[in-house]
């Protein structure tokens, strides 16, 4: 029901936009959320933007990342600019319809995943 795509190979200092599409449902019901996961390390929060389109980042993204959504395209994205090896991971969208605040950047909050798209940024 979520697939992530626009992943890639980029140069440290370059930029990528990772796009999260939902069919089947009503994406403006869902709060979205983008977590990435490096190897050996643990799934890490990156962002997140509730129905009404509030906001929330992981520290280490805070003002390089914006996560933003379109409600009637059912369509939402992460850009990610001014990249670093530090972000080299497998990123996931998730979704939830039922998800309280406090639980936005847990991954155990979100019901649904997408199948993740790899990330590689290049020093």
């Known amino acids: 029901q979520l697939q992530a795509s626009g992943g890639g190979l980029v140069q440290a200092g370059g930029s990528l936009r990772l796009s999260c599409a939902l069919s089947?449902?009503?994406?403006?019901?869902?709060?979205m959320g983008w977590f990435r996961q490096a190897p050996e390390k643990e799934r890490e929060f990156v962002a997140a933007?509730?129905?009404?389109?509030?906001?929330y980042y992981g520290d280490s993204v805070r003002g390089r990342f914006t996560i933003s959504r379109d409600n009637a395209k059912n369509l939402g994205w992460l850009q990610m600019n001014n990249l670093n090896s530090e972000d080299t991971a497998v990123y996931y969208c998730?979704?939830?319809?039922?998800?309280?605040?406090?639980?936005?950047?847990?991954?155990?909050?979100?019901?649904?995943w997408g199948q993740g798209t790899q990330v590689t940024v290049s020093s």
């Open positions: 998730a979704g939830s319809d039922t998800i309280v605040t406090s639980s936005y950047r847990s991954p155990s909050g979100y019901q649904y």
């Open positions: 933007i509730s129905r009404g389109g509030h906001s």
């Open positions: 089947g449902r009503s994406f403006r019901s869902y709060v």
